[in-house]
């Protein structure tokens, strides 16, 4: 497995994997590899020749009061876990050749940043949709995956792909949890023993939602509230958003009809939490 950290090398080697006729699927991630990475990795595996992914945490995308310095950061491991699965070449740009002083290009979306994560993160998913745009450039992937964990992140994707033109297809991966519930993320590790079971309540509150409308609700805002429940029985979550909405434009719906994208966010203690769920009339399940 090559690890490749100067840009222009990572272009060269794509370019002569191309040249030669060989596909590439592309997993970008911020490091900390876990379950959730891997499931991206053996699905790129499946769609291409060759799997790169890609270990940078992005400075861009975190605004200044987040968690930029202290994410957690485990390159040796990393390196073993791509080794391990397969991957024939791991990038690790350094942030000061990403974004070289005088630096001054965005990607900046209209629309759908301004649901979601997007409200209370104001810069993340410019952040996000520039860093990937870079990596595509790099990396020149025929194909790339993202988690449907990050629902709003994999949308953002998709619609940048379609307006900028890349010939690159997007594919989603579902959601990984833990053996209980909980969604893996690389967040997960801040989370203390006694906070760690009432993490569980965002996959609760996405069950009861389900149960709601397999019983026949279709209002919105009764299902919002008993979500809202659920994630308050704990005291030390406070909710950012609880939303239910059309998963192609995020904008939030008042009535269920056939399926609705649930999503939530929340803060358990000084850890943000995300996790979601596809809504659906049991007659179409
Ligand atoms: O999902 C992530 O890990 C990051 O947002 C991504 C897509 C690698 C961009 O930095």
Redesign the pocket.
């Known amino acids: 497995m090559k690890v490749i950290a100067e840009m222009d090398e990572m272009v060269r080697f794509s370019e002569k994997l191309r040249c030669e006729g060989q596909t590439i699927a592309f997993v970008?991630?911020?490091g900390f590899l876990h379950e959730g990475h891997l499931a991206l990795m053996a699905d790129g595996q499946k769609k291409a020749d060759h799997l790169v992914v890609?270990i940078?945490?992005?400075p861009a995308?975190f605004g200044p009061n987040e968690d930029f310095s202290t994410y957690p950061r485990a390159m040796d491991q990393d390196l073993e876990k791509c080794r391990n699965i397969g991957a024939t070449a791991v990038f690790t740009p350094a942030a000061e050749d990403m974004y070289p002083a005088g630096h001054e290009t965005y990607v900046v979306l209209e629309k759908l940043p301004f649901h979601l994560c997007g409200l209370s993160r104001p810069v993340f998913f410019k952040?996000?949709a520039t860093?990937?745009t870079k990596?595509f450039n790099i990396v020149r992937p025929h194909v790339a995956l993202?988690?449907e964990k990050?629902f709003q992140?994999l949308a953002v994707?998709r619609q940048l792909v379609q307006d900028l033109c890349f010939d690159i297809e997007i594919t989603g991966v579902p959601i990984v949890r833990e053996p209980d519930g909980l969604a893996m993320s690389?967040r997960n590790k801040y989370l203390t023993p006694k906070q760690r079971p009432h993490a569980l309540l965002l996959h609760r509150s996405l069950a009861a939602a389900q149960k709601m409308v397999t019983d026949g609700e279709t209002d919105a805002s009764r299902i919002v509230a008993l979500a809202r429940d659920v994630l308050t029985s704990c005291p030390d979550i406070r909710v950012d958003y609880v939303s239910i909405c059309d998963p192609g434009t995020l904008d939030e719906v008042a009535v269920i009809e056939d399926a609705a994208l649930m999503a939530i966010a929340v803060w358990l203690g000084k850890t943000r939490l995300i996790d979601n769920q596809m809504l659906v009339q049991t007659n179409r399940m």
Do not use: E, R, Y
Request: without cysteine; hydrophobic residues 45%.
């Open positions: 970008p991630t911020m890609s940078f945490v992005n995308q952040g996000v860093v990937v990596l993202f988690g990050d992140q994707i690389s």
